[in-house]
């Protein structure tokens, strides 16, 4: 390596650090979002949540579309073998179903309803450092629960309080919100070739 190129490193690292350094002490809790037509939207969320508890803190994931009767969902199955071993997390399936298979929009409003009233609690809970709202943007999508119901606690969590949505069709309301949003981009997919979802893949 040449001593030009060495001292362009140096200072490439010099300016990282100081950047670094000037963040230090900003932490705080965030809302992050994460949407799109692509695969991955609860595979991202949910990596938080391992990471979380690999650092022992407290993680709650609420589900609001998904029904825990509906097929054998690999997320809730895991944090439910890693909570019986210990791990600081709480796990709620509260959803009703997909729309096209319940057939009973007020059952499914409910349903939301139960949902958001165990997310919320979760989310005023100081003991708790990350809180997880899947599929939460389907249920905004369908009406099934008001985004007036959410905007305030979410905006409102406790200082330290991680808060991650996912699903397609986040509104706008929540994006401008967040302090980060990944929208996860459709290129391809299985399903078009005729391959339907499949067991460690999509659940």
């Known amino acids: 390596m040449s001593n030009a190129e060495l001292e362009r490193l140096q200072k490439i690292k ?5 950047s670094h350094d000037r963040r230090r002490g900003n932490e705080r809790g965030l809302y992050l979002v994460f949407t799109g037509l692509g695969k991955g939207k609860t ?3 949910m990596n938080l949540v391992y990471r979380h508890l690999a650092h022992n803190l407290p993680v709650a994931v609420v589900q609001f579309v998904k029904n825990s009767q509906a097929y054998p969902d690999g997320d809730r199955l895991f944090l439910t073998k890693l909570q019986t071993m ?13 729309t096209w298979e319940t057939q009973d929009p007020q059952r499914d409003r ?20 990350l809180v997880v709202l899947d599929e939460l943007h389907i249920a905004l999508k369908h009406q099934q629960i008001d985004l007036e119901t959410i905007l305030p606690t979410i905006a409102n969590r406790p200082f330290h309080c991680h808060v991650a949505s996912t699903g397609r069709y986040a509104p706008q309301e929540l994006i401008d919100r ?9 290129v391809k997919h ?14």
Do not use: R
């Open 190 to 203: 299985p399903i078009a070739q005729g391959i339907p979802a499949q067991l460690g893949i999509e659940f």
């Open 178 to 186: 967040a302090d980060l949003v990944s929208e996860i981009k459709l």
């Open 14 to 18: 010099q300016a990282k650090d100081l």
């Open 110 to 129: 409910q349903a939301a309803h139960q949902a958001w009233s165990v997310a919320a609690e979760y989310i005023n809970n100081p003991s708790i450092n």
């Open 86 to 98: 210990g791990f600081p997390v709480q796990i709620y399936t509260l959803g009703a179903g997909f």
């Open 43 to 45: 595979s991202s969320a």
